[in-house]
């Protein structure tokens, strides 16, 4: 009778956290997928997902983010959606969350079941347990929503920037440049506004956006 080995790592510290989320994330590609289900405001996990040095938003590929319906009205928390959604992430909410949190790329996974403060994470690389975790991120996304659609609010200034410069018809390099982000930030950024905007060029969104008064 066969027998299969589950491999996981508990990480004991918000240190050794970062530290394997920079290995899930090193590859430049593939889908993202987060949910935080009330672990705690503080939870090291939120703030990994803020760091740069976390190669988070420097990569190809969708990068997806679902907090708790409920927790949608923490002022505190709304600076990270902000910020977040800011980067490029698809960023939702649903009322059937698994208790705890994860973070799911193609190379492994980080999780804990706890909701309560401190670093309770299990490092999760065993293809059986990432096939089970990525079935539950199909279930969750069955019972996520997109957040409310930003609509007419008002773009922000890095946003405003950016339009600026693709009126100017400057090259993704040259705005990352002058914004101090990635290329890829840059482009999804970009596409995010064009759907925003209803626009089927760069070119076409910056006059759209003149004509909404986002820019002059």
Sequence with gaps: MSSTTYTSRCLSDTTELARAAARLLAADDGDVTCYWNYTSLDDPLIEVLNSSGAHLWDRDGRIRIVYPTAALSEPALGDHIAWQQGHGAEVGHSIRLPPGAMLLTAHGALVTSRPQAGCCYEEVEDAATLHALRALVRLVAQYTEPLPARGETAPT??????????????????????????????????????????????????????ERGWIE
């Design 157 to 210: 200034e890095t946003e405003r920037q950016l339009l600026d410069m693709l009126m100017e018809g400057l090259t993704d390099r040259a705005v990352a440049r002058r914004l101090g982000l990635s290329e890829r930030t840059v482009r999804r950024l970009v596409a995010q506004l064009m759907e925003r905007l209803g626009a089927a060029s760069r070119f076409e969104a910056g006059a759209r956006a003149v």
